[in-house]
């Protein structure tokens, strides 16, 4: 139910009236003066709600937006159009909310004096609602990241008509919402294409895995990846990709460095030692509930350099070299001034 269907009409005294009322049965018996009283001066109103035109309002969930979400949270709008019949302006005196998901409470709130609807006008009045989904996860352990839930929004309007009285318009609409998980992030191998110490150029094969329950549509890529403690690459990559729900998908990513500008742990790696890698960054993605952007990082995997007419499977490592001369001769960079320096090719490999 979006629209408004079981409008109730409430008193706007106190509960006074009805101790008088009892107090009238009392004492005129069976019919009451009290009730003959409220019986005439309603008569009377239905006559000036017919001549002068005053009706009851209608309501209706018009749409509920999700204008930002996140890993923490979710913000919601839900919209109400309000139609108001009437000659004059009715005041919506209270907007009572409610979201849960399978009949348990995910949030709760009272929006009071919400504003006012123009004579034979309508407004739509917006209901802004935030979801913390740590709050959810906590209260809820079978919630897990990743997954898509149900919700129900119920709201309940409280406007006040001359004549008539207040009025409650009981509304509700349903929907999905994501509890978001952060992509996966490994570094395959990284492939180099030509080394020297002046600019050496490589591809980084990323592989990004997707844990949700629903796609992410990739729109842009930003990272940066240390060997060790050096900052080795980093980048904005606008390229386009889809990741189906629980599924992988693989970039490569080319780059370059100087390696002759950092410490130990590139030469460590050349070496066939291997050095410890970090890669962190964030991912921006459209999905069925709009656009979010996702952190990404991985920490702690380590990295080796295989020959290059090795296989990806083959475990050989290079011999480990002692000296510089040794790492020179390797990689087949001559020490002494030619007019053309030979080239390398490699591939680093990285395992978990």
């Not at 020959?307 to 087949?332: F, G, H, S």
Request: hydrophobic share 35%; net charge negative.
């Amino acid at each position: 139910m979006s629209s408004s269907e079981n409008i109730t009409v409430t008193d706007r005294g106190s509960g006074k009236d009805k101790d008088h009322k009892d107090d009238g049965d009392k004492k005129e018996g069976g019919g009451g003066f009290i009730d003959k009283v409220k019986d005439f001066i309603h008569d009377i109103g239905e006559k000036i709600e017919e001549t002068i035109g005053f009706g009851k309002p209608t309501a209706d969930v018009s749409g509920i937006h999700i204008p930002h979400i996140s890993l923490h949270r979710a913000d919601l709008v839900v919209d109400v159009l309000i139609k108001n019949p009437n000659p004059v302006p009715i005041p919506l005196v209270d907007i009572d909310y409610l979201i849960d998901s399978d009949g348990r409470k995910l949030v709760s709130g009272l929006i009071p004096d919400a504003g006012t609807i123009h004579a034979h006008g309508e407004e739509t009045v917006k209901i802004p609602v935030s979801l913390v989904f740590d709050d959810i996860k906590n209260t809820y352990k079978d919630i897990q990241p990743g997954s898509i839930i149900p919700y129900l929004v119920r709201v309940v309007l409280l406007v006040d008509v001359p004549i008539i009285g207040r009025i409650k318009i009981p509304l509700e609409k349903d929907g999905e919402i994501p509890i978001p998980y952060k992509p996966d992030v490994d570094v395959e191998k990284i492939k180099f294409h030509r080394f020297s110490f002046e600019e050496t150029t490589a591809t980084l094969h990323l592989k990004l895995e997707n844990k949700n329950d629903f796609d992410l549509g990739l729109n842009m890529l930003e990272y940066e990846m240390w060997l060790g403690d050096d900052s080795i690459a980093s980048a904005e990559l606008t390229e386009t990709a889809k990741i189906e729900k629980q599924g992988i998908t693989r970039m490569q990513v080319p780059f370059s460095f100087r390696p002759k500008d950092f410490g130990g742990a590139v030469w460590d790696m050349i070496r066939g030692r291997g050095t410890g890698y970090t890669i962190k960054g964030k991912i921006d993605v459209d999905t069925p509930f709009g656009n979010m952007k996702l952190p990404i990082s991985k920490e702690g995997g380590t990295t080796r350099l295989k020959k290059d007419d090795d296989n990806d499977d083959d475990e050989r490592m290079l011999t480990e070299i002692t000296t510089p001369i040794e790492m020179l001769l390797l990689l087949n960079i001559q020490v002494f001034k030619i007019p053309k320096q030979r080239e390398c090719v490699g591939v680093v490999h990285l395992c978990a």
